[in-house]
């Protein structure tokens, strides 16, 4: 799935109105969508429980997600686009918490000093994130509460061009906004007669994000070539066949074990032989040649 996160941490910048918005556009256009609200004050939910209570033909269901902040790294499966609500004063290890998981993050801007200068201060933060410098994350910048009367779309697009921030679009202030949000509605939900105008600036936004969501790697599952596979159970040869051991585990059929031959009875054991030992012949047995040599010596020294 693909996570669109809403981030500003100026309050009051229009992030339910724009997080509500866009998951009701993916909801009308017959796309599984999730609106997550990590905002403890659940402005998104509210809205959602009010969107259910309403006959919405045209729209798909969209399925809510009360966040917990701990747990914004996973968000949950089964959906194609995934819709964060985030907090004001979004920093430091929470906004990194968030854009390590975000594939887009969306930036809604008014047209004042103090919105221009905390959405500049938070893109600033977020360039030093590794997916956003990278480019694997992708920030734009939204107009909220744009007065058509007005230069502040010119001013936000040039306050944008020199962050070097992709300014996609500009959304006027419109009483059509406040009814919707109060009745679980947007401006997709109203006939064309009465949202023709604002659904008109709408297009360039989702221009922007279609081929950016396309664009968003899916995992390749591959095996691992360091994880040693175990080597096939060779069969098992019976006096009824051959059998393979993975056949029968695989089929619950018990394997045959061989069968075991009775000892054969004509075999007796025979007892080890013990080494017979060496007998020492006495002198007195010594060959007669040597008997003959005293002999012959002994008188011949008794007449010395």
């Not at 949950?76 to 004001?88: C, E, I, K, N, Y």
């Not at 008109?200 to 360091?226: E, M, T």
Request: glycine share 6%.
């Amino acid at each position: 799935m693909s996570v669109i996160a809403v981030v500003n941490r100026k309050g009051g910048s229009g992030k339910s109105t724009l997080a509500t918005h866009l998951a009701a556009h993916f909801a009308n256009s017959g796309v599984p969508v999730m609106l997550g609200d990590v905002d403890r004050q659940q402005s998104t939910q509210s809205w959602l429980r009010s969107r259910n209570l309403r006959d919405l033909p045209d729209s798909a269901p969209i399925v809510g997600w009360a966040v917990d902040p701990k747990r914004v790294l996973r968000p949950p499966a089964g959906v194609r686009h995934v819709v964060l609500d985030t907090p004001g004063g979004l920093r430091g290890f929470d906004l990194a918490r968030v854009v390590a998981f975000a594939d887009v993050i969306l930036m809604p801007v008014c047209n004042s000093i103090f919105d221009r200068e905390s959405a500049a201060d938070c893109f600033h933060e977020m360039m030093a994130l590794p997916r956003v410098a990278s480019g694997r994350c992708k920030v734009a910048a939204v107009g909220m509460r744009l007065d058509a009367r007005t230069r502040a779309a010119e001013v936000l697009e040039t306050w944008a061009r020199g962050l070097k921030l992709p300014f996609i679009g500009v959304l006027r202030e419109a009483q059509a906004y406040v009814r919707c949000v109060e009745q679980g509605l947007t401006v997709f939900d109203l006939p064309d007669a009465q949202s023709q105008a604002d659904v008109a600036q709408w297009k360039p936004i989702v221009a922007w994000l279609d081929p950016v969501l396309r664009a968003v790697r899916r995992p390749v599952l591959r095996g691992n070539p360091s994880v040693e596979r175990p080597a096939p159970v060779p069969s098992v040869h019976t006096a009824a066949g051959t059998v393979d051991r993975d056949a029968a585990s695989a089929s619950h059929a018990p394997v045959p074990s061989p069968p075991v031959l009775p000892a054969p009875t004509s075999i007796r054991p025979v007892a080890p032989t013990m080494p017979r030992p060496t007998v020492v012949e006495p002198m007195a047995h010594a060959a007669p040649a040597r008997l003959g040599l005293f002999a012959w010596l002994t008188p011949r020294f008794l007449h010395r």
